[in-house]
């Protein structure tokens, strides 16, 4: 079965620093792995995806993403925070598999200070 | 143009009604999702459709039926509701079934059972 980690609830980071949102994952052959972000009464919105290639991936409004298959990792990173970054990050993976669902993570509430 | 469309946002019912929620895409896609979060913002996919074949259909109670009347529109009617139904659904869509591109979110629908 398909499963991700978000291991942290809350990040607390301040404006202009870099900021990393954890995501570990367990999946039956290649992962399909995603993040996406949600704002406060809003649907989630997709930020990047690794499927294959390159294990660092860009994607929108400056986030990137590390693709570790060693360490079963994906985590979200961007250089310099925003305030307007600050929401609730959704990892989600998809396994190799016949299984076409999507597993997402606990999501984790990332808060930029001023 | 607002991509993914629900009605309605808010949605408040008494236990033991019947109530349904709408959702209409404009993106042309071919597969359509309900997800559910509860109030702790965990993200389940109940159903999704492609070309209005059911295709996913997780451990979900069977008073719960989607009907997708073409590949733009994915309805989902809720029988004899309950209190633990309260929630925010959220409808999606993508260009693929496998789950291997991304997700376009509909605003959510926030029923509450009393």
């Known amino acids: 079965a398909q499963s991700v980690a978000q291991p942290e609830d809350q990040v607390n980071v301040a404006e202009g620093n870099p900021l990393t949102v954890k995501c570990t994952y367990s999946?039956?052959?290649?992962?399909?792995l995603f993040w996406y972000v949600q704002y406060p009464n809003r649907g989630l919105q997709f930020l990047l995806k690794?499927?294959?290639?390159?294990?660092l991936v860009k994607g929108s409004y400056g986030f990137e993403a590390e693709f570790n298959k060693s360490q079963t990792s994906f985590h979200l990173k961007k250089p310099s925070a925003l305030v307007s970054d600050s929401a609730l990050y959704f990892c989600?993976?998809?396994?190799?598999?016949?299984?076409?669902?999507?597993?997402f993570g606990s999501g984790t509430r990332l808060q930029v200070q001023p | 143009d607002t991509a993914v469309s629900q009605t309605p946002k808010y949605l408040v019912t008494q236990m033991g009604n019947d109530k349904s929620i709408k959702c209409e895409q404009n993106?042309?896609?071919?597969?359509m999702y309900w997800y559910k979060q509860d109030s702790k913002k965990f993200l389940k996919i109940m159903f999704s459709?492609?070309?209005?074949?059911?295709?996913i259909n997780e451990t979900v109670p069977n008073r719960f039926s989607p009907k997708s009347p073409d590949k733009a529109h994915l309805n989902l009617h809720i029988n004899s509701l309950e209190l633990g139904d309260s929630a925010v659904y959220f409808c999606?869509?993508?260009?693929?079934?496998?789950?291997?591109?991304?997700?376009?979110f509909g605003p959510g629908t926030r029923l509450t059972v009393t």
């Open positions: 999606a869509s993508s260009q693929d079934g496998q789950g291997v591109r991304e997700q376009y």
């Open positions: 999946v039956s052959g290649n992962p399909y």
């Open positions: 690794y499927i294959t290639g390159d294990n």
């Open positions: 989600a993976v998809r396994d190799g598999t016949g299984r076409r669902a999507l597993t």
């Open positions: 993106l042309g896609h071919d597969t």
């Open positions: 459709y492609n070309n209005k074949e059911l295709i």
